[in-house]
Nanobody, 115 residues
Framework: VQLQASGGGLVHPGGSLSLSCADS????????MGWYRQAPGKQRELVAT???????IYSDSVKDRFTISRPSAKNIVHLEMNNLAPEDTAVYYC??????????WGQGTQVTVSS
């Protein structure tokens, strides 16, 4: 399994960014894919997850601003982030699993929200 994340970067407050994560090297069909993030000095926290059949979970801090999607139940996951705020600054990590006892992580991608 190799989860490859892309997107991220620097954006002004109120701006938007998109993240994507894909795994093309496994025959596994992940039941869950999603994103966590880790800000400096803080623990890694849930951002959002989506199941193979499209059920989503969002943290309260991003609900109504972020949208997670998984096209055609493939091993690809997107995160559309709108109305970004400085507190969204973090390294964002993609995750995927068939069963939660074996979670795969991608490399982090930096999101910086600053004026």
């Amino acid at each position: 399994v190799q989860l490859q994340a892309s997107g991220g970067g620097l954006v002004h407050p109120g701006g938007s960014l998109s993240l994507s994560c894909a795994d093309s090297e496994t025959y596994l069909s992940f039941n869950v894919m999603g994103w966590y993030r880790q800000a400096p000095g803080k623990q890694r926290e849930l951002v959002a997850t989506v199941t193979r059949d499209g059920r989503t979970i969002y943290s309260d801090s991003v609900k109504d601003r972020f949208t997670i999607s998984r096209p055609s139940a493939k091993n690809i996951v997107h995160l559309e982030m709108n109305n970004l705020a400085p507190e969204d600054t973090a390294v964002y990590y993609c995750l995927a699993y068939v069963f939660s006892t074996r979670t795969y992580w991608g490399q982090g991608t930096q999101v910086t929200v600053s004026s």
